[in-house]
């Protein structure tokens, strides 16, 4: 039985994706920062529930060490937990880098001794053609327009997290991924995106690899993507 943790999988992209996982027969655990949501999202999909606020250290170490008493090992991983900030302020950058970047070293940490009981270990970080330097200084490519500072930086810093950690654990796959522009509420603003059945289905092909799968990249559903 494949064990999954997805982090802010209450809704949008986490949501789809636990609700997919779980039709090839994956024991999800989808992870929610609120407990009324989470257990609501959890309970609609037919999945379990962990409270888990990766801004927090205890709250991840709390819905790390439920898993382990659950299970006694975790196959995979999805950091999906993420925010949107338009600002460009201090607190504002603090939010983002905290909860885009920190967030994956704080879960990742906490995940690893499962990870290793695994045998076929898999973490996918969900990261955005936005923190592409390829992408962003490329005319011809949407996100050489897009407004997004923060976002863009922290997404950078994402995906450099899942290289050095695809270096450091060579025993465990990581990989980031790019799952598509997608509607949901952190684009609302945008009126952009496809639907989150789509873009989950990019998230499903990276979280359903075999043990000869690839490490250390970073891909969109067209191949790798230039960095």
Partial sequence: M???????????????????????????????????RGER????????????????????????????????????????????????????????????VVGIVRVTEAALPLLRRSSNPNVVTISSSAGSFWAVNNPERPEFRL??????ASKTAATMLTVQYAKAQPGIKFNAIEPGTTA????????????????ARIVVRWATLGVDGPTGTFQDEAGELGW
């Fill in 184 to 199: 949901t509420d952190m684009t609302a603003a945008f009126g952009i995106g496809r639907s989150v059945e789509e873009s």
């Fill in 2 to 36: 494949t064990v999954t943790l997805i982090t802010g999988a209450n809704k949008g992209i986490g949501f789809e994706s636990a609700r997919q996982l779980l039709e090839v027969g994956h024991t999800v655990y989808v992870g929610a920062r609120d407990i009324e």
């Fill in 147 to 152: 407004p997004l500072a923060l976002y863009s």
């Fill in 41 to 100: 999202a959890a309970a609609t999909l037919g999945a379990r529930f962990v409270q888990l606020d990766v801004t927090d250290d205890a709250s991840v170490s709390s819905a790390l060490a439920a898993i382990n008493a659950a299970e006694g090992h975790l196959d995979v991983l999805v950091h999906n937990a993420g925010v949107l900030d338009t600002a460009l302020d201090g607190p504002a950058a603090l939010r983002s880098f905290d909860t885009n």
